[in-house]
T-cell receptor, first 111, second 117 residues
Framework: EADIYQTPRYLVIGTGKKITLECSQT?????MYWYQQDPGMELHLIHYSYGVNSTEKGDLSSESTVSRIRTEHFPLTLESARPSHTSQYLCASSARWTEAFFGQGTRLTVV | AQTVTQSQPEMSVQEAETVTLSCTYDTSESDYYLFWYKQPPSRQMILVIR??????QNATENRFSVNFQKAAKSFSLKISDSQLGDAAMYFCAYRSRSNFGNEKLTFGTGTRLTIIP
């Protein structure tokens, strides 16, 4: 069973608010990822990290930012939420030669 | 850049029957991993099966098996004896093994599988 956790599971928030989506894993994985999943279910990589203090932007441009100060923690922040940020956000982690393990996701709605 | 293509947006199968989901990919690398993930309506992504490109033998996990054709860059998933619990979105994914640091997981667009009772 994968030990990767995302909080909150659901979030409804007003436009202009700052939000942080949390992602933590207890498997000691060095690699972590954030994906945005659109209503058609397609997955888009928005951020990834290969280790502490290493973050890269993904294939889909995003206004969000991430940090990786500790191995187990990879939070995603939106400084000013907009309705266009409404989506499902999936966090994942992996070791170098293993598959990725996914959290349960955060469904964000910006009103 | 690697790309993964799933040409079947939706598939359906009668319970207890067999269904095959298609996946093709494009890469210039020789060493990589391929995966099939399942995302049930509860939305947590779960690994179904993985295949290392250097292995010629097709991976099998109980009722799930793959047909890996490296030269054709094809990686299909066969589900035998389909069960109601198999209903989900299925994603094919690629991950490089060759270069340290270049190990993003690239997904296809998914196939929605419906099981008909």
């Amino acid at each position: 069973e994968a030990d990767i956790y995302q909080t909150p599971r659901y979030l409804v928030i007003g436009t202009g608010k700052k939000i942080t989506l949390e992602c933590s894993q207890t498997m000691g994985h060095d690699k972590m990822y954030w994906y945005q999943q659109d209503p058609g279910m397609e997955l888009h990589l928005i951020h990834y990290s290969y280790g502490v203090n290493s973050t890269e932007k993904g294939d889909l441009s995003s206004e969000s930012t991430v940090s990786r100060i500790r191995t187990e923690h990879f939070p995603l922040t939106l400084e000013s939420a907009r309705p266009s940020h409404t989506s499902q956000y999936l966090c994942a982690s992996s070791a170098r030669w293993t598959e990725a393990f996914f959290g349960q996701g955060t469904r964000l709605t910006v009103v | 850049a690697q790309t993964v293509t799933q040409s079947q947006p939706e598939m359906s199968v009668q319970e207890a029957e067999t269904v095959t989901l298609s996946c093709t990919y494009d890469t210039s690398e020789s060493d990589y991993y391929l995966f099939w993930y399942k995302q049930p309506p509860s939305r947590q992504m779960i690994l179904v099966i993985r295949q290392e490109a250097y292995k010629q033998q097709n991976a099998t996990e109980n009722r799930f098996s793959v047909n890996f054709q490296k030269a054709a860059k094809s990686f299909s998933l066969k589900i035998s004896d389909s069960q109601l619990g198999d209903a989900a979105m299925y994603f094919c994914a690629y991950r490089s093994r060759s270069n340290f640091g270049n190990e993003k997981l690239t997904f296809g667009t998914g196939t929605r599988l419906t099981i008909i009772p």
